[in-house]
């Protein structure tokens, strides 16, 4: 989830959820404090899910006197299968131009290619396309890089690289997956 950061001297962000009704009682599940967050603005809920459930959230902030906020209105997701990654997938392995996933069980009508290099030890973005698949709706997907980038003459520099798949559902976009990432390498 995702939002926008508030002027003042902000202690930490709480995270609540709710499972199916959004208008249930939220339980805290987390919290993100700015000064040692990554982003201060968004929380990536790394609890085990479940598939077809929808997942209400909403976040107040709390205050460097441990004054909070009215919770936001709360923001739904919808978790579908998520894609698994075939090739590439260990930084071992050199890329060859070529990526291929499986949309388990679910096939939908766009993807999202997400692609960072590493920097300075963090991984910074460097691809994101969308991609509409109607008229290729298969399981199994094989790419090369060139198809993904919709251009004929796109060549990575050498260096480390991490992937994924986000695939969403074109009529409803609170629904969707992420892959694992996948890992490899571009030899100079």
């Not at 939220?26 to 790394?46: G, K, N, R, W």
């Not at 919709?150 to 609170?174: A, C, E, H």
């Not at 969707?176 to 890992?183: K, T």
Request: proline fraction near 5%.
């Amino acid at each position: 989830m995702q939002w926008e950061r508030i002027d003042g001297e902000i202690l930490r962000y709480d995270i609540f959820r709710r499972i199916d009704n959004p208008d249930c009682n939220f339980q805290l599940i987390d919290a993100v404090f700015p000064e040692t967050a990554l982003s201060d603005t968004s929380y990536f809920d790394e609890n085990l899910l479940e598939v077809d459930r929808t997942y209400y959230y909403s976040v107040r902030a709390v205050n460097t006197d441990d004054v909070a906020g009215e919770q936001a209105f709360p923001d739904n997701y919808t978790l579908i299968p998520k894609p698994s990654l075939r090739y590439p997938t260990v930084e071992t392995q050199q890329f060859n131009d070529a990526f291929s996933w499986i949309l388990d069980g679910f096939v939908e009508t766009y993807f999202i290619f997400k692609l960072e290099k590493l920097g300075a030890r963090e991984y910074v973005p460097h691809i994101a396309f969308l991609r509409d698949i109607t008229g290729n709706i298969q399981a199994e997907q094989h790419w090369t890089l060139q198809q993904l980038a919709q251009d004929s003459s796109y060549v990575l520099p050498p260096g480390s690289y991490r992937w994924r798949i986000d695939v969403r559902k074109l009529d409803d976009i609170r629904k969707g997956a992420e892959s694992n990432w996948g890992y490899f390498r571009v030899l100079p």
